[in-house]
């Protein structure tokens, strides 16, 4: 008996079902970017004025290539598409790049199912600093640059939300890094953030309180090519730079241990994909106000979808979340049009029903 032939022949199996399922997870992702461009170029047409998508097509291609493309025939479209639309379906799907990346690195790093960037406090810290620049009528920035406006609030929001992580940090460095106490840090933290969001909601004022209370349901409202530009950048570097720690997530995901085994430094590593991944969502929280569940769903059904190999699930996370995020704010909008209502809330509605049906259906195997 040839025994070395046939162990040949295994081996040889194993690396064809390996490339095999390399190239399902390739092309699934190449299926998702699909539907997120339809989806996009349908969600630009869509609203209280009805733009075809030739007409969408032509105003995008004729602002990219303008030697190559004419202008749409109406000159409403263009103006539209290019200064309402187009910025606000960028800002969503960034924004659900960064919530569902953070929310799959935050899970893995974490060995949680149930971690996102809400459960660690940053949404709580990020309304906090939000809150206190809307009823005191001036934020950190504000202090020391007048006439900041919409600017001081942002730049408050994303300040104590990566202030949040820092606090974390801290206890960590005192109490070790260790997942319990990660993770019971960040909510007593957010716990601690909301309290001063209900004291400043109590001791505002009507028109204050309004204002707040809309900023923290969540929403496009704020959409620009100023946001878009900030959220991109930032969304885009944190996004590689957790990309290129698949490895290293992959090995935490399978226990402190075995990757202290394979020479990884376990602290640095988790820390160091913590503070990125607050960094990406605070940077779009601090825009967009307080969206939940983009980071728990998307993950949790990439890894339905494609497993838990963080080389694939942190670039389809990326895709989903974006997906997830622009369907829903396309919903909002246009559902009762004109009337807008805060995707917020349709988010947590989503959430609510897919984690019930999970709970339901008995598929919490697929989690970890």
Not at 4 to 24: A, M, R, T, W
Not at 188 to 205: D, H, P, R, T
Request: hydrophobic share 55%; net charge positive; charged share 10%.
């Amino acid at each position: 008996m040839n025994l070395p032939g046939k162990k040949n022949l295994q081996v040889q199996h194993v690396v064809d079902l390996y490339k095999e399922s390399h190239l399902k997870r390739v092309v699934l992702l190449i299926v998702i970017l699909a539907v997120l461009v339809f989806t996009s170029l349908y969600a630009i047409s869509a609203g209280t004025a009805n733009i075809s998508i030739e007409d969408v097509f032509l105003s995008i291609a004729h602002s990219i290539f303008p030697d190559l493309f004419a202008g749409p025939d109406n000159e409403f479209a263009s103006i539209i598409v290019l200064n309402m639309r187009l910025p606000r379906i960028l800002l969503a799907i960034f924004t659900g790049v960064s919530l569902a990346v953070a929310g799959a690195v935050m899970q893995g790093t974490l060995r949680n199912p149930l971690v996102s960037p809400f459960t660690l406090g940053l949404a709580s810290a990020a309304s906090f600093g939000a809150a206190m620049t809307i009823v005191m009528g001036t934020g950190i920035l504000g202090l020391f640059m007048a006439g900041m406006g919409n600017y001081d609030i942002i730049f408050n929001a994303f300040l104590f939300g990566c202030f949040s992580m820092l606090i974390i940090y801290a206890i960590a460095r005192v109490k070790g890094t260790s997942q319990a106490t990660l993770i019971l840090a960040g909510v007593v933290i957010g716990y601690i953030f909301q309290a001063g969001v209900l004291i400043l909601k109590y001791s505002s004022n009507n028109e204050k309180l309004k204002e707040l209370v809309v900023w923290l349901m969540g929403g496009m409202w704020g959409a620009n090519w100023n946001a878009v530009i900030i959220v991109s950048i930032i969304t885009t570097i944190c996004v590689i730079l957790l990309w290129l720690m698949a490895w290293r997530l992959n090995a935490l995901s399978a226990g402190d241990e075995i990757a202290k085994n394979l020479g990884i430094n376990v602290e640095g590593t988790r820390l160091f994909c913590l503070m990125i991944a607050t960094m990406a969502a605070s940077s779009c929280l601090a825009f967009t106000g307080v969206i939940g569940f983009i980071g728990l769903m998307a993950p949790h059904i990439c890894r339905m979808l494609i497993g838990n190999d963080h080389r694939f699930l942190v670039p389809c996370a990326a895709l989903m979340g974006g997906l997830i995020l622009l369907i829903s704010d396309t919903f909002a909008r246009t559902i009762m049009s004109p009337i807008e209502i805060p995707v917020g809330i349709i988010m947590y509605i989503l959430g609510g029903v897919f984690f019930l049906y999970l709970l339901l259906r008995g598929r919490e195997s697929h989690i970890y």
